[in-house]
């Protein structure tokens, strides 16, 4: 009992110490520099415009209609649960299935040929891999200069602008490798489309 009596104490003190540090002061100090420094990074990159949230760049959003850029395919759950304006969530998530499943053939046919009836102009392009597959966390928010190009006819023509003007809206949404050799040069999707509406200069 003296042991444990010496003991106790002595541990008690070093887990206050240690969660003052580690959980408040650490803690702290990291949120404090990030907001100080990266304060649009750290609050999650989102793209406001007039005081009106658009989305984050970080996190993709679903785009169908012939006018918007359309990204990579999203694994979307419609939860039962709304947000404070009553519109429905929906959660996305990794497929996890195996790409020799039937079930990955079978959404990879089904988007290849999505994807061929929006760009009839394409009919003999190859379609590049990304619009065609998931990517690991099913929000990827960008697609390769490549699938971006594939889509340049389509939406100069559903908004009545010439090719020359997308392509320039892609170039300006386009991103360089990492200290310009490591990683692939994307293409933000939520930013091409956002300049396509004139909410983003």
């Keep these: 009992m003296k042991i444990w009596k010496g003991i106790l104490p002595k541990a008690a003190t070093l887990f206050l110490i240690f969660t003052v540090l580690c959980g408040v002061a650490y803690t702290g100090l ?42 990579r395919i999203m694994n979307l759950d419609v939860s039962t649960y709304t ?24 959404l990879v046919e089904e988007r290849v040929k999505k994807i061929q009836a929006a760009n009839p102009d394409m009919e003999n392009v190859p379609i590049p891999e990304d619009l065609v597959t998931c990517s690991g966390s099913g929000l990827d928010p960008a697609i390769s200069p490549a699938a971006a190009e594939y889509q340049v006819a389509r939406i100069a023509k559903a908004n009545g602008i010439s090719e020359e003007d997308v392509k320039l809206i892609i170039a300006k949404c386009t ?8 990683g692939e040069e994307t293409v933000n999707v939520l930013k091409v489309n956002l300049m396509l509406d004139g909410i983003l200069a």
């Design 30 to 71: 990291v949120t404090g520099f990030a907001q100080a420094f990266f304060p649009q990074k750290a609050n999650g990159s989102i793209i406001e415009v007039d005081g009106v949230k658009y989305g984050s760049s970080l996190l993709a959003q679903q785009y169908t209609d012939d006018a918007h850029m359309w990204g």
């Design 83 to 106: 947000d404070e304006a009553g519109n429905t969530l929906l959660y996305s998530s990794p497929s996890n299935l195996s790409p020799e499943s039937e079930e990955y053939a079978a």
């Design 175 to 182: 991103d360089g490798k990492f200290l310009g050799i490591f």
